[in-house]
């Protein structure tokens, strides 16, 4: 069995090839009466959309969202979304050439062992292609938790891009101002003369991204097989071309005491507080009202000029230059997908949380109903 659905309650299936007619999402589980329509979901979708800058692919498409289904009169009925978005610039042609061959780094070779048939034409189900309609998903899901959860905002940025990390303090404000989405304008400069040189050079380099989502309530998840973290890394390791995440401290955390990593609390005037968040705003699988902060890896785009040893259908050893439209670091354009796919996390797991305890009060600390 194919599987191409994400979420619990609130599930999404994405459909359709890179170079298909359309590609798109199915959408499930959305509660009845949210406003929506297809503007507030363009939004999102353009922060995404290829050929918005020299530094992603110039492929150009509009990226325009249709919704089918599940929308009346401005609001969703709590019946599938159907959402479309249609494929105008292909250049299939320029995939002629691999047609017989396995791209280094593609999954051109795994869909083969795999199926026993490919789509050469930019990867099919394989291209990057396929997260602008996770994009529209998300779309839906953050019109949803403005209404049920409306101090939830989801914030994603780049944090490196090769082996530049960012320069100086961060400064939040500065995410919307340039092509990499960086909290940072001195190293958005440096970023970009940096890249200048990849992309001249017809090679790529790979990125690290953030994702953080602030204003949680506390006790979404659950433990072992229902974490709120488990659901997150599967999430952001959906992600083409993601090859590690991490949450809070990550990694780091095995460099770190006891002392050091124990997020320690005391008692404010509306709850615990606490005095660090190397836990990532989760502990025991479970939000614990902090912010969330994930991070992953994006490995450099596998599309280059340089030529690469590979091997044809035939079992030949041949050498293959890829040609094309490609982004010299695909990380730039993974930022809104992440955004999106811990909005339909998060959603999900706001559903979840209130399907088994309800709206009610939970566990009083200090007097104070949590």
């Given at each position: 069995?194919?599987?191409?659905?994400?979420?619990?309650?609130?599930?999404?299936?994405?459909?359709?090839?890179?170079?298909?007619?359309?590609?798109?999402?199915?959408?499930?589980?959305?509660?009845?009466?949210?406003?929506?329509?297809?503007?507030?979901?363009?939004?999102?979708?353009?922060?995404?959309?290829?050929?918005?800058?020299?530094?992603?692919?110039?492929?150009?498409?509009?990226?325009?969202?249709?919704?089918?289904?599940?929308?009346?009169?401005?609001?969703?009925?709590?019946?599938?979304?159907?959402?479309?978005?249609?494929?105008?610039?292909?250049?299939?042609?320029?995939?002629?050439?691999?047609?017989?061959?396995?791209?280094?780094?593609?999954?051109?070779?795994?869909?083969?062992?795999?199926?026993?048939?490919?789509?050469?034409?930019?990867?099919?189900?394989?291209?990057?292609?396929?997260?602008?309609?996770?994009?529209?998903?998300?779309?839906?899901?953050?019109?949803?938790?403005?209404?049920?959860?409306?101090?939830?905002?989801?914030?994603?940025?780049?944090?490196?891009?090769?082996?530049?990390?960012?320069?100086?303090?961060?400064?939040?404000?500065?995410?919307?101002?340039?092509?990499?989405?960086?909290?940072?304008?001195?190293?958005?400069?440096?970023?970009?003369?940096?890249?200048?040189?990849?992309?001249?050079?017809?090679?790529?380099?790979?990125?690290?991204c953030e994702v953080m989502c602030t204003g949680v309530p506390a006790g979404l998840g659950?433990?072992?097989?229902?974490?709120?973290?488990?659901?997150?890394?599967?999430?952001?390791?959906?992600?083409?071309?993601?090859?590690?995440?991490?949450?809070?401290?990550?990694?780091?955390?095995?460099?770190?005491?006891?002392?050091?990593?124990?997020?320690?609390?005391?008692?404010?005037?509306?709850?615990?507080?606490?005095?660090?968040?190397?836990?990532?705003?989760?502990?025991?699988?479970?939000?614990?009202?902090?912010?969330?902060?994930?991070?992953?890896?994006?490995?450099?785009?596998?599309?280059?000029?340089?030529?690469?040893?590979?091997?044809?259908?035939?079992?030949?050893?041949?050498?293959?230059?890829?040609?094309?439209?490609?982004?010299?670091?695909?990380?730039?354009?993974?930022?809104?997908?992440?955004?999106?796919?811990?909005?339909?996390?998060?959603?999900?797991?706001?559903?979840?949380?209130?399907?088994?305890?309800?709206?009610?009060?939970?566990?009083?600390?200090?007097?104070?109903?949590?």
């Amino acid at each position: 069995m194919s599987m191409n659905s994400f979420g619990h309650l609130f599930r999404f299936t994405t459909w359709g090839e890179s170079h298909g007619p359309a590609l798109g999402a199915t959408v499930d589980g959305c509660p009845p009466g949210i406003e929506i329509d297809e503007s507030m979901l363009q939004v999102w979708l353009d922060k995404r959309k290829p050929g918005t800058s020299k530094y992603t692919t110039q492929r150009r498409e509009a990226d325009q969202v249709e919704i089918l289904s599940g929308v009346f009169e401005g609001k969703t009925t709590g019946t599938p979304i159907q959402l479309m978005i249609r494929n105008t610039d292909q250049r299939s042609k320029d995939y002629g050439e691999i047609a017989q061959a396995f791209r280094p780094g593609h999954a051109d070779i795994t869909y083969f062992q795999k199926y026993g048939i490919r789509d050469y034409r930019g990867g099919g189900r394989s291209s990057a292609r396929e997260t602008a309609a996770r994009v529209a998903a998300g779309g839906i899901a953050r019109a949803v938790l403005a209404q049920l959860a409306p101090t939830v905002e989801i914030k994603g940025y780049m944090t490196q891009i090769g082996p530049h990390g960012i320069d100086g303090p961060r400064d939040m404000a500065e995410i919307d101002n340039n092509p990499f989405w960086v909290p940072s304008a001195a190293t958005a400069a440096t970023w970009a003369t940096y890249l200048d040189g990849i992309r001249k050079s017809g090679s790529s380099v790979g990125a690290v991204c953030e994702v953080m989502c602030t204003g949680v309530p506390a006790g979404l998840g659950a433990p072992i097989y229902a974490k709120l973290d488990t659901d997150l890394a599967a999430a952001m390791m959906s992600i083409n071309a993601v090859k590690g995440v991490e949450i809070g401290e990550g990694m780091n955390a095995a460099c770190l005491t006891g002392e050091e990593n124990a997020d320690e609390m005391r008692m404010g005037p509306n709850g615990p507080e606490f005095g660090s968040n190397h836990a990532g705003g989760i502990l025991g699988g479970i939000s614990t009202g902090q912010d969330l902060i994930v991070r992953f890896a994006v490995k450099p785009t596998s599309s280059i000029l340089t030529p690469r040893q590979t091997i044809d259908k035939d079992g030949k050893d041949i050498d293959l230059i890829t040609k094309g439209r490609h982004d010299p670091c695909v990380g730039i354009r993974a930022v809104p997908v992440g955004e999106a796919m811990m909005a339909c996390v998060v959603l999900d797991h706001l559903l979840l949380h209130r399907g088994q305890v309800g709206d009610g009060p939970r566990g009083h600390i200090g007097g104070k109903t949590q």
